[in-house]
């Protein structure tokens, strides 16, 4: 079955507005979970590095400010794309690490 | 940095067909590689690693050998069916230790027809 969960699996939004994915660790407490973003025909770019009960660790040229990453809980971390662009559209991914790394089935972002 | 590359899809085969997807690393130590398959639809699962040079992984069918003198982890599948259609994404892990990501190549697109 599977081991990590993220939601909602697409959206679409308006400008200027935010959104919030959320990557649930299903059976495990990950205390760290990492937030993956694809371009068409690009490779998996490491965004950031969600750590439980402290401040992300966000990858050069991440902007903090815009992807907000929130790891509340040993089973659940959030990725909110603030005042989204349509340059913020991709498709997003987490993954969690336990014996080897689990995925979740990512979410596609469409900003009109 | 370390980096992955791998051959641009999209690859297109008839069943039965030999498959092979080529895939070069870099990195400064010595990674673990990783193959994982993206089927429509659904996350990324392992389909096959290797720890150390010479290790060779298997999976359904599909082989991948770590090989150091070329940095190199090719997968191969000797008779490949429809339901291999799917993304093939190499990766690699620069030491494998818990908090590491992964880090991937492009991604090559398999289309396998009856």
């Known amino acids: 079955g599977a081991v990590v969960s993220q939601h909602p699996s697409w959206v679409i939004c308006k400008s200027g507005t935010s959104v919030k994915i959320e990557c649930r660790s299903l059976?495990?407490?990950?205390?760290?979970m990492f937030w993956y973003r694809q371009f068409p025909k690009q490779s998996l770019m490491l965004m950031a590095t969600?750590?439980?009960?402290?401040?992300?660790?966000?990858e050069q040229g991440v902007e903090k400010d815009k992807f907000l990453i929130n790891h509340a809980s040993l089973t659940l971390s959030t990725l909110t794309v603030t005042s989204a662009h349509p340059e913020d559209s991709s498709f997003y991914i987490c993954?969690?690490?336990?014996?080897?790394?689990?995925f979740g089935q990512g979410t596609r972002l469409t900003v009109v | 940095g370390d980096s992955v590359t791998q051959m641009e899809g999209p690859v297109t085969l008839s069943e039965e067909a030999f498959l092979t997807i080529n895939c070069t690393y870099t990195?400064?130590?010595?990674?673990?590689l990783f193959w994982y398959v993206q089927y429509p639809g659904e996350g990324l699962q392992l389909l096959l690693k290797?720890?150390?040079?010479?290790d060779k992984g298997s999976n359904k069918g599909f082989e991948a050998t770590y090989r150091k003198e070329t940095t190199s982890f090719h997968l191969e599948k000797g008779s490949v069916q429809v339901s291999d259609s799917a993304v093939y994404f190499c990766?690699?892990?620069?030491?494998?230790?818990?908090?590491?990501?992964?880090?991937f190549g492009k991604g090559t697109t398999l289309s396998v027809s009856s």
């Open positions: 993954s969690v690490q336990r014996t080897e790394w689990f």
């Open positions: 059976d495990f407490q990950a205390t760290t």
């Open positions: 969600s750590n439980e009960g402290s401040k992300a660790t966000y």
């Open positions: 990195a400064t130590g010595y990674p673990s």
């Open positions: 290797a720890t150390k040079a010479d």
């Open positions: 990766a690699l892990s620069d030491r494998g230790q818990a908090g590491t990501a992964l880090i």
